[in-house]
C-alpha cells in the first residue's frame, strides 16, 4: 500500500452482486459414429423334401445375425488466462513457479457485476429485488 493518504473517492460499485470466478474456459469436441446391422434366413427343411424322417427332424428354423460397431472420440480442450511479467516480474522467473502456470497467483480473475445496488436490500422494508 502506498504510503499518503486515503483514498476518499465513493466507490460507484459498492453494494451491487458480484461474481468473481478463475477466468477459464473449455471446448468439447464430440464425435459419434454407429453400425448395426441385422439379417435373418428362414429355411423349412419339410418344404423342400419328401416326407423323409431328417426333413421332420429338422424342420423350420431361422437364423438371426446382429453386428453393431460404435465409436465414441472425444476430445477437452482447457483454457485458462494468466499473467506473466509485470506489475511483479520476480514471480515468473523462480524455477518452481514457472513450472505452474495455472496457479492462482498468475490466475486473471473475472469480476462481473449482476444488478443494481442492493445495499438497502434488508433495511428498507419497500425495496423490491427483481
Known sequence: MAPGPADTR???NFGRPVVLTKSARNQIDEQRES???TAFIKHDFRKDSDDSFMAKVLGEHTLTFLGDQNTYDERRINFVQNSFGDPDPALHITT???RQTANNVRN???LAYVGPNQSRAFGDSKLVVE
Open 96 to 98: 518452481a513457479n514457472a
Open 10 to 12: 465513493p466507490n460507484p
Open 35 to 37: 453400425l448395426r446391422v
Open 108 to 110: 486473471i480473475p473475472v
